[in-house]
């Protein structure tokens, strides 16, 4: 009978436990029951999923956070860049490519200062990601154009913070519109190359504020990225990846960010005072990492509330994602069409420089002489994770000879032979992902050969290419500055068309700026399509037909000179490594003494003279402003202007509102952007009214003593400009209250 008894009770108990079992694994994390889900995990559970891990699902990307399959929680897939998903084009054993569109960098997408422009990109770009099974793009590069040398600035927008957010505020609206994520990198102040993993950027809080914090401000309050990546160096001393301050203080609690903060490919030693800052994810993740955060939960120095904050993040990002949501991505996106809008957003940001006697547009019957290594050699994207593996990246000359085009062809071969003996040096410096060289030996021509030449052509088409990367910062010799071959070849071109009464066009296939005052003149034309993607040749040549009036305007300015600018007093360019470790200035540290003097903020206050201003980009018609409107009330003001094309070609216009706020107290900036508008494209003698909002808040300075934004009672002027030096028209009016919004401190 006791037999039975306990037979009967050790079934019931198994019973229960395989009921319980099952039970227990059933729950599966949904978008409602994520308390219960981490009420059901073990620390160590906890710990895999605060660290990212290996992953095969899509080769090529960048990294993985961990499944944990008893409670369906799926892997998720991180890949690069801004300029298009970066994943391997060819996979073992299968024939079908996995090949992306390398879309404009986003230099050149600020330089269109159209945001619907960029979503429409991101819009499209962001299918790929979904397309191919990415559950978040390692994008926007958003970090301050703070200095012109600096190798990923084509990765980037801007030297003002307000263009900066817009764009990426854009950028992320559009990738994210597929149901997939962003992420905004890298927060914050990584503005050089050099010792990026060490280097302690030490800033100023108003310049921070105003400046290196103020563009990722806009973009996440504006874009809402799911994620955010903190960046490899230290700020004012902490690495921005244990920064308390830095990403709960001033991220969550100030911003209202309700996502996720991942590291940059590189945790520090500190990987628990990065979980206890509010850096959720360490990728690229190491068991390491796991141990470490286990060990301080037993420990006590992350404390359960902690480990589950951040858990409890992860979560609501990962019920986010495709993965999660068990989408069936095709590995077929439309190529074809994003090629297509890869191309009219080239044509919509590149910018004409110079236009002498209306040299451009070409009738397109003209016989072209074409120039330059880069003809062939055309820079598309740039190196380093901002890379995209596109299947084909256009090159002038093809571009030239699409359009119709009568090349000189013995030129065209000579350059075809020269790319070819080139092309072996360029792989080879391809292949040096770090710290990519861009030094491109421009072929020597002699005197004579192009005097034949100017006799045999009707115009010179000179491309002058700049190649930039991650990993390095770029030099002032034969980099910034032209070497010896391409200034030669300048002049000679110049004399030799000249002679002849013909034009000498320039093309400026450029990953960031270079210097330009010193040879400008030798030109009629100069082109700047920075590095417009794989279709940015075609766009060059659609402007230089005429077939796009060019409606693209600097977003930074061009120095007469390199020492011009304020941050080349301590911008690492001579790789300053005297002095001992941890002690290089420059190197180990770098002191932004320029404080909030960056770009036109400093040139136009100071009247120092430029080679072009901020904001500046020439069009093929003319416009004329209206008498602006400006209507305030208690949260700011509301400006209107009516544009007209007054010109014989249509075209768009974009129209730059700055602010001179009143003197007396801070000093500040003669004028900032404080908003900006883009018509669409008007027929002669078409106007449209741009409105423009500005609050109170966006109006303030940032005042260290009482950490704290004001906007001072006084005068305002508020000037409408075709660029920061070309003010059209000009508003003022009085404001009568003062208002001020107190901050935390961050350290
Ligand atoms: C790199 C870059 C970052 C990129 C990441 C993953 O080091 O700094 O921009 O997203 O690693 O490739």
């Known amino acids: ?42 620390n160590e559970e906890k710990a895999t999923i605060l660290v990212g891990g290996p992953g095969s699902l899509v080769p090529g990307a960048a990294g993985y956070t961990r499944e944990i399959e008893r409670l369906g929680i799926p892997m998720t897939v991180l890949a690069d860049g801004p300029a298009g998903l970066r994943i391997q084009p060819k996979r073992e054993g299968i024939d079908q490519t996995f090949y992306c569109t390398g879309f404009p960098t986003s230099t050149l997408l600020a330089s269109s200062w159209d945001p619907e422009l960029v979503e429409t990109v991101t819009t499209a770009m962001g299918n790929e990601v979904l397309e191919y099974g990415v559950d978040v793009l390692l994008a926007p590069g958003m970090n301050l154009h703070r200095n012109p040398l600096c190798g990923r600035n084509f990765e980037y927008y801007s030297e003002d913070p307000l263009l900066s957010g817009k ?81 709960t203080t001033v991220l969550r609690d100030e911003w209202g960010f309700d996502g996720i903060v991942m590291t940059d ?7 628990v005072k990065s979980s206890k800052a509010g850096n959720d994810l360490m990728e690229p993740g190491r068991q390491v990492e796991i141990d470490r955060i286990l060990a301080a939960v037993s420990e006590g120095s992350i404390s359960q509330v902690e480990l589950d904050r951040n858990v409890r993040r992860m979560l609501h990002y990962i019920v986010k994602t495709p993965h999660f949501r068990g989408y069936k991505f095709s590995n077929k996106p439309d190529l074809k069409a994003h090629a297509q ?106 005197a004579r050969a192009i005097s034949l030449q100017a006799q045999e052509n009707d115009v010179a088409v000179y491309v002058l290419g700049r190649n930039a990367g991650e990993g390095a910062d770029r030099v002032l010799k034969d980099d910034f500055e032209l070497n010896t071959n391409e200034r030669e070849l300048l002049q000679n071109l110049s004399s030799a068309y000249h002679a002849l009464g013909k034009k000498l066009v320039v093309v400026l296939n450029v990953g960031g700026v270079i210097e330009t005052a010193s040879w400008k003149h030798l030109a009629d034309a100069i082109v700047l399509p920075w590095s417009p993607g794989q279709e940015g040749a075609h766009a060059v040549v659609d402007v230089l037909t005429g077939k796009v009036n060019p409606s693209g305007k600097l977003p930074m300015t061009f120095a007469m000179q390199y020492m011009d600018i304020p941050s080349s007093k301590n911008f690492p360019y001579g790789q300053n490594t005297s002095g001992r470790r941890g002690e290089r200035k420059d190197v180990d540290f770098t002191n932004y003494e320029e ?141 009568k209250n003062a208002q001020s919004w107190m901050v935390k401190m961050m350290w």
């Open 341 to 446: 809008v890869a191309r009219k957003a080239a044509e919509e940001s590149i910018i004409l420089l110079r236009n002498e006697d209306n040299t451009l547009p070409l009738k397109g019957s003209e016989k072209v002489a074409l120039y330059g290594l880069t003809s062939l050699d055309f820079v598309g994207i740039g190196t380093g994770s901002g890379e995209v593996y596109t299947d084909h990246i256009a090159t002038m000359q093809e571009a030239m000879n699409e359009a119709g085009f009568t090349l000189d062809q013995n030129l065209a071969e000579f350059y075809q032979h020269y790319f070819a003996q080139q092309e072996a040096v360029q792989k080879m410096e391809r292949n040096n992902r770090w710290g990519y060289r861009n030094i491109r030996e421009e072929a020597e021509l002699s």
């Open 595 to 735: 404080d909030i003097w960056v770009g036109y903020r400093y040139f136009q206050t100071n009247n120092v003279g430029v080679s072009y201003p901020f904001g500046y980009g020439l069009s093929y018609t003319t416009f004329s402003y209206s008498k602006p409107k400006v209507k305030t009330d208690k949260d700011g003001f509301t400006a209107t202007i009516t544009v007209t094309n007054t010109g014989k070609v249509a075209g768009r216009e974009v129209v730059e509102l700055y602010v001179a706020a009143p003197a007396g107290g801070l000093e500040k900036p003669a004028r900032e952007l404080k908003a900006f508008g883009k018509t669409k494209l008007l027929a002669p003698g078409e106007s449209e009214t741009l409105t423009m909002k500005v609050s109170t808040y966006e109006m303030a300075s940032f005042n260290e003593k009482n950490s704290s934004w004001e906007t001072a009672v006084g005068n305002y002027q508020v000037m409408f400009g075709a660029s920061v030096g070309d003010i059209r028209a000009t508003v003022s009016f009085e404001l």
């Open 265 to 271: 490919w590189g945790v520090k030693d500190g990987t």
């Open 1 to 42: 009978m006791k037999q039975t008894c306990l037979i009967v009770l050790l079934c019931f108990v198994f019973g229960l436990f395989a009921f319980a079992q099952t039970n227990t694994n059933t729950l599966k994390l949904c978008e409602d029951n994520i308390d219960e889900i981490i009420g059901m995990m073990t």
């Open 167 to 247: 764009m990426a505020a854009a950028y992320v609206r559009g990738v994210q519109k597929n149901g997939v994520g962003t992420s905004v990198k890298h927060f914050a102040a990584n503005n050089q190359e050099t010792n990026r993993l060490e280097n302690d950027a030490r800033i100023s809080n108003r310049a921070l504020r105003e400046l290196y914090l103020k563009n990722f401000e806009i973009a996440i309050k504006e874009g809402k990225p799911w994620t955010v990546m903190s960046s490899y160096n230290k700020l004012n001393g902490d690495y921005t990846q244990q920064s308390f301050g830095l990403l």
